[in-house]
């Protein structure tokens, strides 16, 4: 079982910036592929990036250029730094194994990009 604490949320404007981390148990994001999803009031649960193992990143179309995924394998972490943020970001941010939709969720962090 692999445990997840999402934490860096919070209330920012409109071209700030937040850097989430997502604790996970030990090795965990050495050995597996590792994601960032969001989910918004009323909309399904999207993708915003992923890492392989091998450290090749991907990024949905809308945040790719502001964000970045990275891993920090001592500390058995993974980040994600958000850029420019826009009012569209606004969501419940969870991050989890990819391929591994039996995992349990962690509680999220929320980021709220307002005026």
């Known amino acids: 079982q692999v445990q997840y604490v999402e934490s860096g949320g919070g209330l920012v404007q409109p071209g700030g910036s937040l850097r989430l981390s997502c604790g996970t148990s030990t090795s965990v994001p050495s050995i597996y592929d590792m994601a960032w999803y969001r989910q918004a009031p009323g909309k399904e649960r999207e993708l915003v990036a992923s890492?392989?193992?091998?450290?090749?990143?991907n990024y949905g179309s809308s945040v790719k250029g502001r964000f970045t995924i990275s891993r920090d394998s001592a500390k058995h972490t993974v980040d994600l730094q958000m850029e420019s943020l826009k009012s569209e970001d606004t969501a419940m941010y969870y991050c989890g194994r990819m391929y591994y939709m039996n995992d349990q969720w962690g509680q999220g962090t929320q980021v709220a990009v307002s005026s």
């Open positions: 890492i392989s193992v091998a450290g090749t990143t």
